[in-house]
């Protein structure tokens, strides 16, 4: 049985972190487990609901497809969010003045910006880690990478107190 098919970004870890599926034998069935599911989706909210949907009818059929119990809880939920276009505009133009790419992205991480833009323009600058890897403790980005994008901040501020 597979999930459905999205686009979504969708992480799944153990929560709490340090807990093990029960009993802890490597050669025992897990009587119960738990963990988390993280869904990012591009800022649109009926996607994010029809996402939701999906995930919790794939979770409705494998519980009876293997006659075990699921449950669920919702720890946080925030509406998506699109950022002020002007600021994203002044961050690629930064980025090109350096010479560096740029892309258009989306994150649900729950970041301070995307909590500001609910009240005020704001907008992110991403700087690529190594081999994708975010938000976990094998994220790494080189000295030299995390500079070329403190420089884009340090461009995008002085833009903007420059124009008022």
Known sequence: MRPPASSASCAIAPWPPARRPSPRSAASLSSRTRSTSFRRVPPDAERLRAEEAALAAFLQELAAAEGVTISTERLARFEPVTFDARIVEIIEQAAVRRGLASKRMTSGAGHDAEMIARIAPAAMIFVPSVGGI???????????????????????VKSLASAG
């Open 134 to 156: 975010s938000h976990n403790p094998l994220e790494y980005t080189p000295d030299d990478d995390l500079i070329a994008g403190a420089n884009v901040l340090l461009d995008v």
